[in-house]
């Protein structure tokens, strides 16, 4: 069964950094980017960046240029998203999707709220 | 980059068709036929329901399909049904190397 599974809810201060974890099954891991894309509370979706999971390259979304880091474990099949220098507008849910131009899987994981409070 | 344009809202009544829109530049949704459309319920993940501009994934009902003419991409929902109602989502590739997503239009079922 092709599915993405993430880490459970975070809460954290502003100041601090949250790592996200989405382990993929059912396909050939290495063949696929992995994007995160995050949904603030009542907003739209944000595409924040992919890695590929098999050289670790990465393209970040300006936005987040110097605060998010994507990372990726070959063998355990995981992706990490760690976002560092939290505010509470980084408050949302964020979720780690495979889609593509061409022939990918398209698959969404189940999203990790992430709540930045003090 | 900016995101895609879409309207905030788009109303119909069950058997209706509707369409909604998706506005970009020469620079995402008129460079290539990467575009997908997804479908959110309140607390849920998004679903594909169109991607590549016009291909339906397994699964998604025959009423949806996707069209594209220059820089702005539509979804058509033919034989609006209750189920429908929800938030409905564009992106598109960039020339860029990057994605970019619509801000995103409530559908309504009357």
């Known amino acids: 069964q092709v599915q993405l599974v993430q880490s459970g809810a975070e809460v954290k201060k502003p100041g601090a950094s949250v790592k996200v974890s989405c382990k993929a099954s059912?396909?050939?891991?290495?063949?696929?980017?992995m994007h995160w894309v995050r949904q603030a509370p009542g907003q739209g979706l944000e595409w924040m960046g992919r890695i590929n999971p098999n050289s670790g390259s990465t393209t970040y979304t300006q936005r987040f240029q110097g605060r998010v880091t994507m990372t990726r474990d070959t063998s355990t099949r995981t992706v990490y998203m760690e976002l560092s220098s939290l505010r509470t507008e980084d408050t949302a849910v964020y979720y780690c999707?495979?889609?593509?131009?061409?022939?990918?899987?398209?698959?969404w994981g189940q999203g990790t709220m992430v709540t930045v409070s003090s | 980059q900016s995101a895609l344009t879409q309207p905030a809202s788009v109303s119909g009544s069950p058997g209706q068709s509707i369409t909604l829109s998706c506005t970009g530049t020469?620079?995402?949704?008129?460079?290539?036929?990467?575009v997908s459309w997804y479908q959110q319920h309140p607390g849920k993940a998004p679903k594909f329901m169109i991607y590549?501009?016009?291909n339906r994934p397994s699964g998604v009902s025959n009423r949806f399909s996707g069209s594209k003419s220059g820089n702005t991409a539509s979804l058509t929902i033919s034989g609006l049904q209750a189920e429908d109602e929800g938030n409905y989502y564009c992106?598109?590739?960039?020339?860029?190397?990057?994605?970019?997503f619509g801000g995103g239009t409530k559908l309504t079922v009357l």
């Open positions: 992106s598109s590739y960039t020339t860029s190397s990057t994605w970019v």
């Open positions: 059912g396909y050939t891991f290495t063949s696929y980017y």
């Open positions: 020469s620079s995402d949704v008129g460079a290539y036929d990467y």
């Open positions: 999707a495979s889609f593509c131009g061409g022939d990918c899987p398209r698959i």
């Open positions: 590549d501009v016009t």
